[in-house]
């Protein structure tokens, strides 16, 4: 737990803002006044339903720094599927701390471990069809490398990070450079390595390949135009079904031949799991 990181985020920098967003200037006034400075507790975290866990070590973070003595045992792995009513860490200290820290935690393991589980649901249904569930760029500002962190704990692999690591010409770039081709002579020049190019035709696809595209992402299209792309690419660059993928149709575009199917509402939309934290006094 103490060695748990994640590239490129600033950990405690995220724990020590939260919690001075909890605790304004004034403090948790309700502790303060009601729990004795030398009260200690103990707490189980629990899940009321069966879950894919994203967060335990985050929501550690936030006990130890308010009580750095705290005793923690985080009881499951991250990523792991568990059952309704199973519990997931188990912690003893100072009882302020832990009443102040607690809904810090909570809310991040709720908001990472439902990101997770619902990735894991898309994920399954896509099993054996050959294409790869992608996330999207459309997570909470501030909390992207933590959700896309959970989709990931999910089964999921990350899409572009951001803006810096793949370029992306979509229908507005194209009407501001004039042209598909134009576009992307221009992303070449630069020396752009990995030039996705959008498309919601059939027939934009060999103009895309032509000018230099090295991954195509297929938008909103029907499952014969998905079909027909996939057969004129010939397997020369990926190819990405992207736009409003649910659930229940995830598997037939899958199906389709594509190399990947992105969806953004596993950041977007994925309900809070239910975890909760039951307190005794030591």
Request: overall charge negative.
């Amino acid at each position: 737990m103490s060695n748990f990181s994640l590239p490129d985020f600033d950990l405690d920098a995220f724990v020590r803002a939260t919690l001075a967003e909890d605790l304004g200037s004034g403090g948790d006034i309700t502790s303060m006044a009601v729990i004795p400075a030398a009260a200690g507790f103990s707490g189980v975290m629990d899940s009321r339903d069966s879950v894919v866990v994203a967060g335990l070590p985050i929501a550690a973070r936030f006990f130890r720094a308010l009580d750095p003595a705290m005793r923690i045992e985080i009881l499951v792995d991250e990523g792991a599927v568990v059952a309704a009513g199973a519990d997931l860490m188990r912690l003893s200290g100072n009882a302020r701390a832990m009443l102040t820290a607690e809904r810090s935690a909570l809310n991040t393991v709720q908001h990472l471990t439902g990101i997770a589980t619902m990735t894991r649901q898309y994920v399954d249904a896509l099993a054996g069809t050959g294409a790869t569930l992608l996330d999207t760029r459309k997570t909470i500002p501030g909390l992207r490398l933590l959700e896309k962190y959970a989709t990931r704990m999910g089964g999921a692999t990350n899409h572009r990070m951001g803006l810096w690591d793949a370029a992306m010409i979509k229908d507005n770039h194209v009407a501001v450079a004039g042209s598909v081709e134009a576009a992307l002579r221009r992303a070449v020049d630069a020396g752009i390595a990995r030039i996705i190019v959008e498309v919601d035709r059939v027939d934009q696809v060999e103009p895309a390949l032509g000018a230099g595209a090295t991954h195509l992402l297929l938008d909103n299209m029907s499952l014969d135009q998905l079909r027909s792309c996939v057969a004129i690419v010939g397997g020369r660059v990926p190819t990405e079904a992207s736009g409003g993928v649910r659930l229940d149709t995830i598997r037939a575009i899958g199906e389709t031949g594509v190399t990947y199917v992105s969806v953004g509402r596993l950041t977007q939309s994925a309900p809070a799991a239910d975890v909760g934290l039951d307190f005794a006094l030591v």
